[in-house]
């Protein structure tokens, strides 16, 4: 029979489940945000609707984002929840920016060098993310050019800062769960306990 002290099969089970609900979940909403994106009557907008969307839109990523950072300090699992974090705030980040370059060419024909499906919306979303640039769809008006240098910043703060602020959350998690009361000896336990060479 194995030694209950040094079997691991509890936590590791833990874990594993806690992994697995994680990625179905970052799955989930990911999923549901292209859905979202597919199925929002976005044609129905005018043009003062695209401020509108983004201006909302940063705002709902930047409250996800600190929602997520509250959650992985006290998450049991910190550096789980970041991934989930991460999974949840970029393709948002995306979505919404899709968004905005699909409302633009639509309602101002000849922001870009080809008509914009939401498909080719959220393609050059993507592209300008990952900093790829294939150069197939570019941005000819000031204001396209405009909104993608402003999702470039963006990506680039998501990138960068986003990351360090969920590090350190994760890092601020992580001393929560070492300086737990369960961790620390129980007092009762010690309190006949005494130093033999303490004296009465």
Do not use: N
């Not at 044609?43 to 609707?49: F, I, Q």
């Not at 984002?65 to 948002?92: C, G, K, N």
């Not at 204001?143 to 360090?164: D, H």
């Amino acid at each position: 029979m194995s030694d209950p002290s040094t079997d691991r099969s509890g936590p590791d089970r833990t874990r594993r489940r806690a992994a697995i609900v994680v990625v179905a979940r970052a799955v989930l909403i990911a999923t549901g945000l292209v859905t979202a994106y597919y199925l929002l009557p976005l044609d129905e907008r005018g043009t003062a609707g695209v401020s509108a969307l983004l201006a909302c839109g940063s705002a709902a990523v930047l409250l996800m984002f600190w929602w997520e950072v509250r959650a992985i300090v006290r998450s049991p699992h910190p550096r789980l929840r970041a991934v989930e974090a991460l999974a949840a705030t970029l393709p948002l980040f995306l979505v919404l920016f899709a968004c905005g370059y699909y409302l633009m060419d639509h309602f101002t024909p000849g922001s870009f060098s080809e008509p914009l499906t939401r498909t080719d919306a959220l393609y050059f979303a993507l592209t300008t993310f990952s900093t790829v640039g294939f150069g197939d769809i570019t941005a000819r008006s000031q204001a396209g050019r405009v909104l993608t240098m402003v999702q470039m910043a963006g990506g680039l703060l998501l990138v960068g800062v986003a990351a360090r602020v969920l590090a350190g959350a994760v890092q601020v998690g992580l001393s929560r769960q070492r300086g737990r009361p369960s961790a620390q000896p129980d007092s009762r336990t010690d309190a006949g306990k005494r130093d033999p060479e303490a004296g009465p």
